[in-house]
C-alpha cells in the first residue's frame, strides 16, 4: 500500500495559480488511479480532478475543468495538480488520493488511501 504526502499549498491571490504535488512511498504507485478530492470549511469532500494509471484518461468536476489540470509522473511516483485562475471558492484543505481501479475514480467510496491533505487559501 502506497503512503501520500502533499504539498504546494498556500496563500494567493485570485487569478493566480499553484501547483500541487503528492509524493507516494512504494513501489506499486504506478498501479493506482490517483485523485485530487477538497473539502472546504462547514462542506462535504468533493472531487477535483483524477487520472488513470497510465496517465491516458483523465477528468475533473465541472467547476474546475479548463482551470485545473492533473498530470503524473511514474518514474518519481508523484501527481500533480496545476490550478490556474483561481478564484476564493478554491480555498480548501485538498487531498490526495489513491485507488485500485482500472479508470479514472471520481467518488470517495472507492478510495483505499488519502493523503494528509495541503491547504490552499485564495484572496479576493
Known amino acids: 500500500q502506497v503512503q501520500l504526502v502533499e504539498s504546494g499549498g498556500g496563500l494567493v491571490q485570485a487569478g493566480g495559480s499553484l501547483r500541487l504535488s503528492c509524493a507516494a512511498s512504494?513501489?506499486?504507485?504506478?498501479?493506482?488511479?490517483m485523485s485530487w478530492f477538497r473539502q472546504a470549511p462547514g462542506k462535504e469532500r468533493e472531487f477535483v480532478g483524477g487520472i488513470s494509471w497510465s496517465g491516458g484518461s483523465t477528468n475533473y468536476a465541472d467547476s474546475v475543468k479548463g482551470r485545473f489540470s492533473v498530470s503524473r509522473d511514474n518514474g518519481k511516483n508523484t501527481v500533480y495538480l496545476r490550478m490556474n485562475s483561481l478564484k476564493p471558492e478554491d480555498t480548501a484543505l485538498y487531498y490526495c488520493?489513491?485507488?485500485?481501479?482500472?479508470?479514472?475514480?471520481?467518488?470517495?467510496?472507492?478510495?483505499?488511501?488519502w493523503g494528509q491533505g495541503t491547504l490552499v487559501t485564495v484572496s479576493s
Open positions: 488520493a489513491a485507488a485500485q481501479f482500472a479508470g479514472v475514480v471520481t467518488t470517495t467510496r472507492l478510495i483505499g488511501v
Open positions: 512504494g513501489r506499486t504507485f504506478s498501479s493506482y488511479a
